[in-house]
């Protein structure tokens, strides 16, 4: 089979110009961590208001995480992460984690906080409870840079799931 030289060009530009940024692109399955630039200001009721609950079924999961920085006051009360909400980080760390365990190890406990009055148990990563301990008092303010991960249906109801991944005393 003879190739003309226009085929040639065309294939050899082909190669030189998309083969470098098929390189250049990161693997498959890579992510990159979120810096404190990635989360933007917004309350727990903006996070929980941006779900979209089809009343047809009793999980939902988000592909987007909604990365987001709240600022809530620490109240100090722990408890294990119920079932209802394991089986959502479960599911949502199957569906959309490249490593599940990053997500599921980590997070066995809840912490309580309020928003304008409103108690939120929030799952909170097991390095950081001690630090909440040693850094926060009770009743003091903390922005907390959290994801969403989904819902649940809580009796009439539904219950967010929300992950804490860092925080600070706000400045």
């Known amino acids: 089979m003879k190739y003309r030289p226009a085929q040639f060009a065309l294939a050899l530009t082909f190669?030189?110009?998309?083969?470098?940024?098929?390189?250049a692109q990161s693997p498959p399955g890579s992510?990159?961590?979120r810096t404190p630039d990635d989360y933007h200001p917004r309350t727990l009721k903006?996070?929980?208001?941006?779900?979209?609950h089809d009343v047809e079924k009793?999980?939902?999961l988000h592909g987007d995480v909604l990365p987001s920085r709240v600022r809530?006051?620490?109240?100090?009360?722990t408890r294990p992460l119920p079932t209802i909400r394991k089986d959502v980080l479960q599911q949502w760390a199957q569906r959309f984690a490249g490593s599940p365990e990053h997500y599921t190890a980590p997070y066995q406990t809840e912490v309580l906080f309020t928003e304008d009055g409103v108690e939120h148990w929030l799952a909170v990563k097991k390095n950081l409870i001690s630090q909440f301990g040693k850094e926060l008092k009770r009743g003091e303010a903390v922005d907390l840079f959290v994801i969403r991960l989904g819902g649940v249906r809580a009796g009439r109801?539904?219950?967010?799931?929300?992950?804490?991944?860092?925080?600070r005393k706000p400045q």
């Open 58 to 60: 009793s999980v939902i």
């Open 72 to 77: 809530v006051t620490y109240k100090g009360s």
């Open 31 to 33: 992510k990159k961590a």
């Open 46 to 52: 903006e996070v929980a208001a941006g779900s979209r």
């Open 15 to 23: 190669v030189l110009c998309g083969g470098a940024s098929f390189f």
């Open 157 to 167: 109801g539904w219950e967010e799931v929300v992950l804490v991944e860092s925080f």
